[in-house]
Every structure is written in C-alpha cells, then in structure tokens.
C-alpha cells in the first residue's frame, strides 16, 4: 500500500492509538483528556478520520464490543506515518478567536452586548485557566514532562486572553 501523508487530526488520532485499542468514543474521551487543553477535536472528525485510516492500513479494526462499538488499533505502518508525520515542519499555527472576531466588529455592537461577550469570554478562560493548571499540575506529578509543556502553552495562552480582554474595548 502506498505511504500517504496525513493531516493533524488524523496525526493526533494515531498518536492516541499509540496508547492501545480504543473506539471512537475512547479517543474522544483521550482527545479532551490529553489534548483538550490546546488542541480541539471534534467527534465528526474522528469518525471521519477512522475509516480514512483503516482505507490506508494505518489503523486495523478490532473485534465489535458492546452496543457495536468498534476498537481501532495502530498498525505498523500507521506507527510509520504517524513517525514520519512527527518530522514535519509543523507549519504555521490557525488562530481563530471567535471573541476577538466579534471584538473586532465592536462598532455594531450594542454596549450591554460588548460587556456580556466579555464577560463571557472572561468566565470561559478563567475557567479553562483552571483546568490547564490541574492538568499540567497532574502531567508533571505523573512525570509527562511532554504533556506537561503542551499544557503550559494552553496555560500561558489562556492568561494572554484574560489580559487582553482586560483592553478590549467594551464602550
């Protein structure tokens, strides 16, 4: 079978894979676990990922468990991609902030509109701040230096957005 290059979704489904055999609904759940903090995944990516994986021979399919669900497992030549993949230039980041967006049309905004986007997105990164502090706190006590800095750049991410949001106008 020919060697394809894969994209970060599904990059990030094979890493998960690399942990054991998990459905869908697993590598949802280690999604949010392990990335959540700095990299989003939606289900119907991974559902759409999975079999484009097993048309590759990058994942094979395990036997079904209960209620149908269906384990997915890395193959040698997935461990290859994913290798191959890690190698990459990683590109150049996406930065898409929905309150920013809206920030930046500020001008059609009513004041009490301006003030709840803010108030919204304070709450949101307070308590995602939170989360990615615990998270990180755990990954260092478990000795996951590398998921550790992964979850001090969402960390450091999150603070930046709480001190911006300090500036953003809000009339």
């Given at each position: 079978m020919a060697e394809a290059g894969i994209n970060a979704t599904a990059a990030a489904v094979l890493g998960l894979l690399h942990e054991g055999p998990m459905t869908g609904g697993?590598?949802?759940?280690?999604?949010?676990?392990?990335?959540?903090a700095y990299w989003s995944m939606t289900r119907s990516q991974v559902y759409r990922e999975l079999p484009a994986l097993a048309e590759l021979g990058y994942v094979k399919?395990?036997?079904p468990g209960p209620r149908a669900s269906q384990p997915?497992?890395?193959?040698?030549?997935?461990?290859?991609?994913?290798?191959?993949?890690?190698?990459?230039?990683?590109?150049?980041?996406?930065?898409?902030n929905p309150t920013a967006l809206r920030v930046a049309f500020g001008s059609q905004h009513t004041a009490g509109q301006l003030k709840e986007l803010v108030a919204g997105a304070n709450?949101?990164?307070?308590?995602?701040?939170?989360?990615?502090?615990?998270?990180?706190?755990?990954?260092?006590?478990?000795?996951?230096?590398?998921?550790?800095?992964?979850?001090d750049f969402a960390v450091a991410y999150?603070?930046?957005?709480?001190?911006?949001?300090?500036?953003?106008?809000?009339?």
């Open positions: 697993q590598l949802m759940a280690a999604a949010d676990r392990r990335l959540g399919l395990g036997k997915y497992a890395i193959t040698a030549a997935g461990k290859r991609a994913f290798t191959r993949w890690l190698a990459e230039p990683p590109g150049r980041d996406l930065l898409r709450e949101y990164h307070n308590e995602a701040l939170a989360t990615a502090r615990e998270q990180a706190k755990e990954a260092k006590k478990e000795g996951d230096e590398y998921g550790a800095a992964a979850l999150h603070k930046a957005a709480l001190a911006w949001l300090k500036t953003a106008p809000s009339k």
